[in-house]
């Protein structure tokens, strides 16, 4: 009952993070037929590969199996996205109409996402750069006075910057995660490319409840994704179990595909009351 009253009142109120779990588990429960086929034929080339490649082991698999990845990526989280905003709107959208809206947005989708890659992979570098300039002398300290290694065990100092550094780089990916990534979704719904802009105005004050979300939506996809985790360790691996693994993926991707489009959209409606309100304010003084 909860769950349906959070789907109904989508996109009339801001949702809190566990109704924006609902909506997401709701609205992918009522076109999951949809939203599977029409990811499955994206990761379709990505799934004969896999399968190519147990069977023949060819060299150049790993190489074409990026660029397969990559592109199934882009193109069925666009069209899952799609589907929500039909959900959403309560409109009757056919996979060929899904299928031409993820087309006309496929190429500032590539691009955005090239861009927002760099853009994170600099940040990610410079990050490392002024890490290792302010704590160049305590590692220098610790190798020269002590020595790195005792035997086998670490040096308590150096594991303590080792440990610092660490979850400093994990607080920094993350703060770029959450304020970058979502340019996809505004990119999918006509913003132009790349919007990295447009996801810092729309998480500027959201950081810390979309970072629970995302955390949340990780370790659910974890938990699907399990199974196929442990069996990859146990070679050699099968047909079958490939394809239940890319199975799973598919629905992880779904999953996560699903939530950031209703994200997006609470994202929207909170930013569109903001500059209602802010106008309303300026109008009144």
Request: with cysteine.
């Amino acid at each position: 009952m909860k769950g349906e009253t959070a789907v109904k009142e989508w996109g009339v109120k801001e949702l809190r993070l566990g109704e924006i779990l609902v909506v997401s588990l709701q609205t992918m429960r009522s076109s999951f037929g949809n939203m599977l086929l029409i990811s499955l034929i994206c990761w379709a080339p990505v799934l004969v590969i896999s399968v190519i490649d147990i069977s023949t082991s060819w060299v150049g698999v790993p190489f074409l199996m990026a660029i397969l990845t990559s592109l199934a990526t882009i193109l069925s989280m666009a069209a899952v996205m799609i589907i929500v905003d039909n959900v959403r709107q309560e409109k009757e959208g056919n996979l060929w109409d899904v299928s031409r809206q993820v087309c006309a947005r496929f190429w500032p989708l590539l691009g955005a996402t090239c861009c927002f890659y760099l853009f994170v992979v600099a940040g990610l570098v410079a990050f490392f750069f002024l890490l290792y300039e302010s704590l160049r002398d305590a590692i220098r300290s610790v190798m020269l006075g002590h020595g790195l290694w005792y035997g086998y065990m670490i040096d308590p100092s150096m594991a303590i910057l080792l440990a610092v550094a660490s979850i400093a780089f994990l607080c920094t990916y993350m703060f770029f995660m959450v304020r970058l990534c979502f340019y996809f979704p505004a990119v999918v719904f006509g913003e132009p490319a790349p919007a990295l802009g447009r996801s810092l105005d729309l998480t500027e004050k959201n950081m810390w409840r979309l970072a629970g979300l995302l955390l949340v939506v990780c370790l659910i996809i974890f938990v699907i994704m399990s199974p196929p985790l442990v069996l990859g360790f146990l070679p050699p691996a099968t047909i079958i179990e490939t394809l239940v693994a890319r199975l799973l993926s598919v629905i992880s991707g779904m999953f996560f595909s699903t939530t950031m489009a209703v994200a997006y959209f609470d994202l929207v409606k909170r930013h569109d009351a903001e500059d209602s309100h802010d106008l309303a304010a300026q109008h009144n003084s």
